[in-house]
């Protein structure tokens, strides 16, 4: 499962509920790290740019039904889609800001009542996160963030689901962020574990594969 690699960029993915502030904090710690000389790409998932990130995108905006399983594989599917290019990206030494990975699959997926294990299995092989930051807040105080949009899933009842989930999710490698502080205090904060993890990438730790 381990590979061997040194000098490598580190796999950064940010987790959390709609509205938790991945799209703000991605962007912030891009610049941030773009500044400060580091070889740095901002990425997210879904990738809607691709044929299937285009179904899944129709899928979210209601103007296609999918039965819940063959949408996890399309989930699943655009991030094997862009695998290769993660792998040769990191191994060049370019650190990858994620928002959102294989632990949103899993989430979503079996939110809906879908098994876990199930929705694990198709993840398995994907490239392992050096660092899963989840961005903490209650589906309450998320929904009070400018309203949800039109897209599937933007209900509280079903975020509140998702939150449950993810706390089954979540181990002890996770760094927990409480995402209601402000939006500078939660960037000082994930720009601290982020630095830390790009250190370790940095001094040769290895690569591995979901799930560890
Ligand atoms: N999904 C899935 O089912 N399976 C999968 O495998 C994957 C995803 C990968 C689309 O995702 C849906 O796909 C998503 C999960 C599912 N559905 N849901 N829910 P998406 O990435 O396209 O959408 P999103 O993740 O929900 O993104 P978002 O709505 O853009 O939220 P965000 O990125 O977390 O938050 P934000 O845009 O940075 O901030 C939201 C607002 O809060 C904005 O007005 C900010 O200015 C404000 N904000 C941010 N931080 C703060 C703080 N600290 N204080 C106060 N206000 C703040």
Same mark, same amino acid.
């Given at each position: 499962?381990?590979?061997?690699?040194?000098?490598?960029?580190?796999?950064?993915?940010?987790?959390?509920?709609?509205?938790?502030?991945?799209?703000?904090?991605?962007?912030?710690?891009?610049?941030?790290?773009?500044?400060?000389?580091?070889?740095?790409?901002?990425?997210?998932?879904?990738?809607?740019?691709?044929?299937?990130?285009?179904?899944?995108?129709?899928?979210?905006?209601?103007?296609?039904?999918?039965?819940?399983?063959?949408?996890?594989?399309?989930?699943?599917?655009?991030?094997?889609?862009?695998?290769?290019?993660?792998?040769?990206?990191?191994?060049?030494?370019?650190?990858?800001?994620?928002?959102?990975?294989?632990?949103?699959?899993? $989430?979503?997926?079996?939110?809906?009542? /879908? !098994? #876990?294990?199930?929705? @694990? =299995?198709? +993840?398995? *092989?994907?490239? $392992?996160?050096?660092?899963?930051?989840? /961005? !903490? #807040?209650?589906?309450? @105080? =998320?929904? +009070?963030? *400018?309203?949800?949009?039109?897209?599937?899933?933007?209900? /509280?009842?079903?975020?509140?689901?998702? =939150?449950?989930?993810?706390?089954?999710?979540?181990?002890?490698?996770?760094?927990?962020?409480?995402?209601?502080?402000?939006?500078?205090?939660?960037?000082?904060?994930?720009?601290?574990?982020?630095?830390?993890?790009?250190?370790?990438?940095?001094?040769?730790?290895?690569?591995?594969?979901?799930?560890?």
């Amino acid at each position: 499962n381990k590979e061997s690699s040194s000098s490598r960029g580190a796999l950064i993915v940010l987790e959390g509920l709609d509205r938790c502030g991945k799209t703000s904090q991605s962007g912030r710690l891009y610049k941030y790290l773009d500044d400060q000389g580091h070889s740095v790409e901002s990425w997210r998932f879904p990738d809607r740019n691709t044929g299937v990130g285009q179904m899944i995108s129709s899928y979210l905006a209601n103007k296609s039904q999918l039965d819940d399983h063959a949408i996890h594989l399309l989930f699943s599917a655009n991030r094997w889609e862009k695998r290769s290019l993660m792998e040769e990206k990191l191994k060049s030494g370019t650190t990858l800001i994620v928002d959102r990975y294989s632990y949103s699959g899993v $989430a979503f997926s079996s939110a809906k009542g /879908l !098994d #876990i294990e199930w929705c @694990k =299995a198709p +993840e398995i *092989g994907l490239l $392992a996160p050096d660092l899963v930051v989840y /961005l !903490d #807040i209650s589906p309450e @105080k =998320a929904a +009070e963030r *400018g309203g949800y949009g039109d897209e599937r899933y933007e209900q /509280l009842e079903f975020q509140k689901k998702v =939150a449950g989930s993810y706390l089954s999710l979540r181990d002890s490698s996770w760094k927990v962020i409480d995402a209601t502080l402000s939006i500078e205090d939660v960037e000082k904060k994930l720009r601290e574990v982020v630095l830390d993890c790009m250190m370790t990438c940095h001094k040769g730790k290895p690569m591995s594969q979901l799930w560890p």
